[in-house]
């Protein structure tokens, strides 16, 4: 395990004060906040300075870690001595396993437990319900029509019968209904971190999204794809073939079709009640002009159609 | 050795009030205060006991926890910027299906 230097994380000094590391925190989660960043990999750099600010803005967990970590330098191997903590009373005040439940396992190992082992050590038997877990997974679109099976590994910190905290890795196995859509939030009761004495487990929320596809992409239940057509499909009418998430179908290009047009099929968007439709947006593509046929062709319509297509306004 | 789950949609089964506190970690009171000003949950009923929270609203409430836990936001701060990244997210999404921006 590595130790983490939560000061360097935040960029400040070892002795800041609790307003400067308020502030510290403030300006890094604006810079990496997920919604909003530019920054390769915020997602990561959110957590730890989530991580770090939760240790460094509670004085008990600050005080415990400053002890814990004189001589050690950012990602050096580190290992607790045992009983380090021996002479903290940690309230679990400011943060919930909820917060921590993705934090590294320097963390975890240093503060994951203090619930846990109050519990053990007390007389009388404590009884919590266990946290609840939020994550991502990330599907195909094809999922999304055709329903899924889908690996799940998750890691949480966990306590065993002496009070140790380690990470668990477990893997579940998750069958997606057809029909689940971008941001949608899927409910696994139960598979949350473990209660304590007769509380139930927690539930793990799930956050669908999709894979960025090469050619389809999805706004809700729609799905959008270009439909690229010759020039004379556009202008004559034809029916094309094209593929389609679920298969393959024949649509027909109307007559005097320009390129950006859209063709709605009803209903083979992403299924559900109602179900989305799927675009196709015409995309007109030009035969290179790469032989003499061609390009007399080409000079054929330039001669006969007296076309300008900067006609009109704004041209 | 896996076991196999089969999942709940929020959409076919909404949280009620106490799941909803209980996933964010926040008391009842903190949803329905959040509620009443407006913030969460599209036009709610009077009786928070009817209310139910579909996946949108619990990243909602999560989204507004975290912008008032970081930034000591109040809650109508919190609810003006989860607009914004609401609109920013709409605006991406219309970017990339003209085909403005890459993935």
Known sequence: ?315 | MSEEYIVTMLEDAPLSLEELAISCTVTPEWIIRHVQAGVLLVEPGPDPSCWSFTGSDLRRARRLLSLERDFDANPELAGLVADLFDELERLRVRLRREGLVSE
Do not use: C
Not at chain 1, 38 to 65: F, G, H, Q, W
Not at chain 1, 184 to 191: E, F, N, S, Y
Not at chain 1, 292 to 315: D, H, S, V, W
């Open chain 1, 1 to 315: 395990m590595e130790f983490k230097d939560y000061y360097k994380t935040l960029g400040v000094a070892r002795e800041a004060k609790a307003d400067e590391i308020k502030k510290a925190f403030r300006r890094l989660a604006r810079k990496y906040h997920p919604d909003v960043s530019k920054e390769p990999n915020a997602d990561a750099r959110m957590k730890e300075i989530n991580e770090a600010y939760t240790v460094l803005s509670d004085p008990e967990k600050r005080a415990a870690y400053d002890q814990l970590g004189q001589g050690f330098q950012a990602n050096q191997d580190f290992r607790p001595p045992p009983n380090w903590d021996a002479g903290f009373e940690f309230s679990g005040r400011g943060f919930s396993g909820a917060d921590t439940a993705d934090f590294s396992d320097f963390f975890s190992e240093l503060f994951g437990g203090r619930m846990g082992r109050t519990g053990a050590r007390g007389r009388t038997r404590f009884s919590a319900r266990g946290e609840d877990h939020h994550a991502k997974i990330l599907l195909d679109l094809e999922d999304a029509y055709q329903g899924a099976a889908r690996t799940i590994t998750l890691s949480a910190p966990q306590t065993d019968d002496q009070g140790r905290v380690g990470l668990r890795e477990r893997t579940l196995s998750v069958r997606i209904p057809k029909g689940v859509h971008d941001g949608q939030v899927i409910r696994l009761a139960g598979q949350g971190s473990p209660g304590m004495g007769d509380g139930g487990n927690g539930d793990l929320y799930l956050e669908v999204h999709f894979k960025p596809h090469p050619r389809f992409r999805v706004e809700g239940r729609d799905v959008y794809a270009a439909l690229p057509v010759a020039p004379w499909e556009a202008a004559l009418g034809a029916t094309v073939k094209t593929a389609v998430p679920d298969g393959t179908v024949e649509v027909r290009v109307p007559e005097g079709s320009q390129a950006g047009r859209k063709l709605r099929l009803k209903g083979r968007g992403i299924p559900g009640a109602p179900p989305g439709d799927l675009y196709l947006v015409l995309e007109v593509v030009l035969p290179p002009a790469s032989s003499p046929k061609a390009r007399e062709l080409y000079q054929t319509m330039a001669r006969e159609l007296a076309f300008n297509p900067r006609q009109g306004p704004g041209a």
